[in-house]
């Protein structure tokens, strides 16, 4: 039976660092084991001025390529997912084809999916597999949010990170690899994360360009997040689905092996383990060195689980990606 298989993942984040000592030079009200408390991370990485989403998947792209034993060649569909495209038009996976050099004969499309992206991605690419469309997928995921994040609204600049994986997706006739999905929407949430003056519904102005001249302008929009209802509609949404994905899997929680949901921050996450009754070590986390990186956060965590054997080939391990739209999405693969 024919499978979408993750094969291979890399990933990149911009060398710019802002540390909590560095945070708290800027917000003296801020203690850095505080930070640390509040949200697990102790540092984040800034894209430069330059330098924006697709350039960071590039990165991620070129990254992939270099660690890992894949022609790109091999490569026939290019999927993309980033809040903060190049252009209206044409899609940034046109672009990124080019850029990379993929064959043209690939397929690509964008998506536009936030911290439930990658799952979202990854439903994709199985779609494309399995239905005989494609047999290798390139999965780009990659964000720039402190470019939307206003320079004096610290609680935002205390958790995001701007960072892009890439995530090679293949079809296998003798492996398990992706399994069935849980997705939900409840657009009514969308005002309590938003960008706004990101889009038509509010184009930039002289006046906003303005009143904001002392951040740059705010030219990509200026992200206002609801903390309380983010908290409150994650807790609503995540344990259902998880409990919906183990019974489409006919599987209990101890039939998991590892569980890595969005890297939204460390309260967050524990709380999230605790109501869910998860062993310490099988809920991995991965935010003190790289922040919030939104599409990115699950990938990124993968990789490093890989890395420190807490991922291995065979095991079960659960995703859960929640945020923006309201939208949330999970799966159970087997690596």
């Known amino acids: 039976m024919l499978s979408a298989v993750i094969k291979a993942i890399s990933y990149y984040l911009p060398e710019k660092t802002l540390s909590n000592e560095q945070l708290c030079a800027i917000f003296p009200n801020l203690i850095p084991d505080d930070i640390v408390k509040m949200t697990g991370i102790k540092k984040r990485h800034i894209s430069a001025p330059d330098e924006i989403a697709s350039d960071i998947a590039y990165a991620a792209g070129e990254q992939f390529f270099e660690e890992h034993p894949i022609e790109k060649a091999a490569i026939d569909f290019l ?17 990124l084809q080019d850029r990379l050099g993929l064959p043209k004969t690939a397929g690509v499309l964008d998506s536009l999916a936030g911290c439930a992206g990658f799952v979202y991605g990854l ?30 609204d610290y609680e935002l600049r205390m958790i995001f990170s701007d960072g892009g994986a890439a995530t090679l997706v293949s079809a296998s006739e003798n492996e398990s690899g992706i399994g069935d999905f849980v997705f939900g929407t409840d657009g009514s949430g969308a005002k309590n ?30 992200m206002k997040m609801n903390g309380s209802e983010i908290f409150i509609f994650t ?70 689980a890989m890395k420190e054997g807490k991922a291995k080939k065979g095991d079960k391990i659960l995703l859960a990606s929640f945020g923006i739209g309201y939208s949330w999405a999970g799966t159970i693969i087997t690596l």
């Open 193 to 222: 994360l938003m960008t706004h003056y990101s889009g038509a519904r509010q184009p930039i102005t002289k006046e906003w360009l303005e009143k904001h001249k002392d951040a740059d302008g705010m030219k990509h929009g200026m």
């Open 123 to 152: 439903s994709m690419a199985k779609a494309l597999i399995e239905s005989r469309q494609a047999k290798n997928v390139l999965l780009l995921t990659a964000d720039m949010p402190t470019k939307v994040v206003h320079p004096e």
């Open 235 to 304: 807790l609503k949404v995540v344990l259902p689905m998880v409990k919906e994905l183990l019974q489409k899997a006919k599987m209990e929680m101890g039939d998991i092996d590892l569980f890595v949901f969005h890297q939204a921050n460390g309260f967050l996450l524990n709380v999230l383990r605790r109501k869910m009754k998860i062993p310490e070590e099988k809920f991995y986390v991965y935010l003190e060195n790289c922040g919030n990186t939104v599409s990115a956060s699950i990938p990124i965590a993968l990789k490093e």
């Open 79 to 95: 999927i993309f997912i980033s809040d903060a495209l190049d252009y209206k038009g044409p899609t940034t996976a046109c672009i």
